[in-house]
């Protein structure tokens, strides 16, 4: 659970290097959150919407409305923490951060988008460079040799 809140504690923190685990509990967090919610809309809104005696056509609007004025505010929230995530992911690789809004640009361009997700998502999954690099130390610690322990 630590993993997962992380992000949050280094809210605005673009520099520095972070692991392939905190970067993966984050995004398997945001995953779980909006799944939860989502699977709370359709339970309620099934329910309010659902034909028969006594059931309001509008209250199943009304409920997506509130559904996505909640997830607008929850992306709000982890957009910032996202970004500084996935910036010092992308340092652990001694990439820089730039790359990440390169992927921002090619997602909007047809066919080309594809592409720009795959190799994105094999440079989240590779290891990062072992030992310190431009960014920082290394996150797990190879490569700090102790003279004397």
Same mark, same amino acid.
């Given at each position: 659970?630590?993993?997962?809140?992380?992000?949050?504690?280094?809210?605005?923190?673009?520099?520095?290097?972070?692991?392939?685990?905190?970067?993966?509990?984050?995004?398997?967090?945001? &995953? &779980?959150? #909006?799944?939860?919610?989502?699977?709370?809309?359709?339970? #309620?809104?099934?329910?309010?919407?659902?034909?028969?005696?006594?059931?309001?056509?509008?209250?199943?609007?009304?409920? $997506?409305?509130?559904?996505? %004025?909640? %997830?607008?505010?929850?992306?709000? &929230?982890? &957009?910032?923490?996202?970004?500084a995530v996935t910036v010092r992911r %992308?340092? !652990?690789?001694?990439?820089?951060?730039?790359?990440?809004?390169?992927?921002?640009?090619?997602? $909007?361009?047809? %066919?080309?988008?594809?592409?720009?997700?795959?190799? $994105?998502?094999?440079?989240?999954?590779? !290891?990062?460079?072992?030992?310190?690099?431009?960014?920082?130390? !290394?996150?797990?610690?190879?490569?700090?040799? !102790?003279?004397?322990?």
């Amino acid at each position: 659970m630590e993993w997962m809140i992380l992000p949050f504690k280094r809210y605005a923190e673009f520099s520095g290097r972070s692991r392939r685990l905190e970067f993966w509990m984050f995004s398997v967090m945001n &995953i &779980i959150a #909006v799944a939860i919610w989502t699977s709370l809309l359709f339970t #309620v809104g099934m329910a309010v919407g659902a034909p028969g005696a006594g059931a309001n056509p509008m209250a199943f609007f009304t409920v $997506f409305g509130g559904y996505f %004025l909640v %997830l607008l505010i929850w992306f709000v &929230i982890v &957009i910032v923490p996202s970004a500084a995530v996935t910036v010092r992911r %992308l340092h !652990d690789r001694d990439m820089s951060g730039w790359w990440y809004l390169g992927y921002l640009v090619a997602s $909007f361009i047809p %066919l080309l988008n594809f592409i720009a997700m795959i190799a $994105f998502l094999v440079i989240m999954f590779l !290891d990062g460079t072992p030992g310190p690099n431009r960014y920082g130390p !290394d996150p797990k610690g190879r490569g700090v040799v !102790d003279v004397f322990s």
